[in-house]
């Protein structure tokens, strides 16, 4: 079965806001704030971020039991995130 | 006098002090800037109030106020009935605060609908859910929700626009069902042309006393013609057809490309596509083409022409991860054209 490691999984997330937001996503650092780090990532940017990200990996992200605003600030976290829901799945 | 014609300008593209400006998004043409009136605010506020949404005990807003659909929802009417109201366009992923038995009132663009769907156990608490939707198409998620949380939800497509207010409207319904034609607002009355077929698509000219007033005249236009093709299906009713600059001819056949969005939809729902007009090229002529992603299903560009069939084939079919949306929830078309490669069109 192919598991997938953190690596991966950030440069998955990374292309998803390369798609969206080009350069600026380009060279992101793993704990800045996408808010502050890709012009125009508003409210409808991170909603839009969310779901791409769960198209990119097959899975659902809980809105009422997730801190969602937590889990998607950065791509540090939006990675660790992902990488405990594609455990959770394959466990 | 020259001062006074200055300052007259002035205020005329500033607004007088009991206007309301708000600018067009510029999805379809530039932005430009419109007046409203208090009385004309209050009026469609009643208006769609009475006729679709009754009383209310709590404002799910997702429409940003500075456009005319979030500003009358989303402030105008949570101040004349007294209730509180949750701005939700600017947090999405805060939690909903509805309590148990309220009637609530959801005012929707079409990122709305996937937040609503996930906050379903929410909604439930809610003796009744009003949905209003504006802006654009209502996605495929709107038509499920309604299916799947009826009769708590029930919920209303409104057309309109920064110019007229709300002219229309009809039921947003369960996937495969058909909405019906639009229904008229009782104070809109429609200009018609009396020598123009009696049937067929034609231009949707408007009166009524909620029109605003552009930036640069001095008073709302007597009448306005909205850009979209109708046909009329009764006194005050008519299907859309769609934009007139959507009518395209590609090698000299009629192209609607509303329709060609419909077929997109119906045939692909688990895709998101969005088809516009390329900018006429007198070598190439007119031309269209279709942006769209696959969400993470299996759709690829064959099913895209498969779907398309019936119709003169796009000049391009482009894939993206997602549409990209204004504040909205219209496609962004600078946005979508940025990512046409110019040699291949």
């Given at each position: 079965?192919?598991?997938?490691?953190?690596?991966?999984?950030?440069?998955?997330?990374?292309?998803?806001?390369?798609?969206?937001?080009?350069?600026?996503?380009?060279?992101?650092?793993?704990?800045?704030?996408?808010?502050?780090?890709?012009?125009?990532?508003?409210?409808?940017?991170?909603?839009?971020?969310?779901?791409?990200v769960e198209g990119e990996f097959g899975i659902e992200v809980d809105f009422?039991?997730?801190?969602?605003?937590?889990?998607?600030?950065?791509?540090?976290?939006?990675?660790?995130?992902?990488?405990?829901?594609?455990e959770d799945m394959a466990a | 006098m020259t001062e006074t014609v200055a300052r007259t300008h002035a205020s005329r593209a500033e607004g007088r002090p009991d206007e309301i400006p708000f600018d067009t998004s510029g999805s379809t043409g530039v932005s430009r800037r419109w007046f409203r009136l208090p009385h004309q605010m209050e009026r469609e506020v009643e208006l769609i109030g009475t006729q679709l949404v009754g009383p209310v005990d709590r404002v799910l807003n997702y429409a940003p106020p500075?456009?005319?659909?979030?500003?009358?929802?989303?402030?105008?009417?949570?101040?004349?009935?007294?209730?509180?109201?949750?701005?939700?366009?600017?947090?999405?992923?805060a939690p909903l605060p509805v309590s148990p038995g309220e009637r609530v009132l959801a005012v929707c663009i079409p990122m709305a609908w996937n937040l609503l769907r996930r906050n379903r156990p929410v909604l439930e608490r809610a003796s009744s859910v009003v949905a209003l939707h504006s802006s654009a198409a209502p996605p495929p998620t709107a038509h499920e929700l309604v299916r799947r949380a009826a009769p708590l939800l029930r919920a209303y497509e409104i057309l309109g626009s920064t110019e007229t207010g709300g002219l229309a409207h009809r039921p947003l319904l369960p996937e495969g069902s058909d909405a019906g034609?639009?229904?008229?607002?009782?104070?809109?009355?429609?200009?018609?042309?009396?020598?123009?077929?009696?049937?067929?698509?034609?231009?949707?000219?408007?009166?009524?006393?909620?029109?605003?007033?552009?930036?640069?005249g001095t008073r709302p236009p007597a009448q306005w013609a909205t850009g979209d093709l109708v046909e009329f299906?009764?006194?005050?009713?008519?299907?859309?057809?769609?934009?007139?600059?959507?009518?395209?001819?590609?090698?000299?056949?009629?192209?609607?490309?509303?329709?060609?969005?419909?077929?997109?939809?119906?045939?692909?729902?688990?895709?998101?596509?969005?088809?516009?007009?390329?900018?006429?090229?007198?070598?190439?002529g007119e031309a269209y083409v279709v942006f769209w992603s696959g969400r993470g299903n299996a759709v690829g560009v064959a099913d895209i022409r498969a779907a398309l069939r019936d119709f003169p084939s796009p000049s391009q079919i482009v894939e993206l991860a997602g549409i990209p949306r204004t504040s909205t929830g219209k496609p962004d078309r600078n946005a979508l054209f940025a990512e046409i490669d110019p040699a291949s069109v």
């Amino acid at each position: 079965m192919h598991t997938i490691d953190q690596t991966e999984i950030s440069n998955r997330v990374l292309a998803v806001l390369e798609k969206r937001f080009g350069d600026a996503a380009r060279t992101l650092a793993a704990d800045a704030d996408l808010s502050d780090a890709l012009p125009g990532f508003d409210s409808l940017a991170a909603l839009e971020y969310v779901t791409a990200v769960e198209g990119e990996f097959g899975i659902e992200v809980d809105f009422v039991g997730d801190d969602v605003r937590y889990w998607f600030s950065t791509l540090g976290r939006t990675t660790e995130y992902v990488r405990d829901r594609v455990e959770d799945m394959a466990a | 006098m020259t001062e006074t014609v200055a300052r007259t300008h002035a205020s005329r593209a500033e607004g007088r002090p009991d206007e309301i400006p708000f600018d067009t998004s510029g999805s379809t043409g530039v932005s430009r800037r419109w007046f409203r009136l208090p009385h004309q605010m209050e009026r469609e506020v009643e208006l769609i109030g009475t006729q679709l949404v009754g009383p209310v005990d709590r404002v799910l807003n997702y429409a940003p106020p500075q456009h005319l659909f979030g500003a009358l929802f989303g402030q105008w009417l949570p101040r004349m009935a007294g209730v509180p109201v949750h701005q939700a366009w600017a947090d999405p992923f805060a939690p909903l605060p509805v309590s148990p038995g309220e009637r609530v009132l959801a005012v929707c663009i079409p990122m709305a609908w996937n937040l609503l769907r996930r906050n379903r156990p929410v909604l439930e608490r809610a003796s009744s859910v009003v949905a209003l939707h504006s802006s654009a198409a209502p996605p495929p998620t709107a038509h499920e929700l309604v299916r799947r949380a009826a009769p708590l939800l029930r919920a209303y497509e409104i057309l309109g626009s920064t110019e007229t207010g709300g002219l229309a409207h009809r039921p947003l319904l369960p996937e495969g069902s058909d909405a019906g034609p639009w229904q008229a607002f009782p104070d809109v009355s429609f200009v018609r042309d009396g020598d123009a077929p009696a049937r067929g698509p034609e231009e949707l000219v408007i009166r009524g006393p909620r029109l605003a007033r552009p930036e640069r005249g001095t008073r709302p236009p007597a009448q306005w013609a909205t850009g979209d093709l109708v046909e009329f299906t009764g006194p005050r009713a008519f299907r859309l057809v769609g934009r007139g600059s959507s009518l395209i001819k590609v090698n000299g056949i009629k192209v609607h490309l509303a329709r060609v969005d419909e077929q997109l939809n119906a045939r692909l729902p688990q895709a998101e596509c969005v088809v516009l007009p390329l900018p006429d090229d007198s070598l190439a002529g007119e031309a269209y083409v279709v942006f769209w992603s696959g969400r993470g299903n299996a759709v690829g560009v064959a099913d895209i022409r498969a779907a398309l069939r019936d119709f003169p084939s796009p000049s391009q079919i482009v894939e993206l991860a997602g549409i990209p949306r204004t504040s909205t929830g219209k496609p962004d078309r600078n946005a979508l054209f940025a990512e046409i490669d110019p040699a291949s069109v």
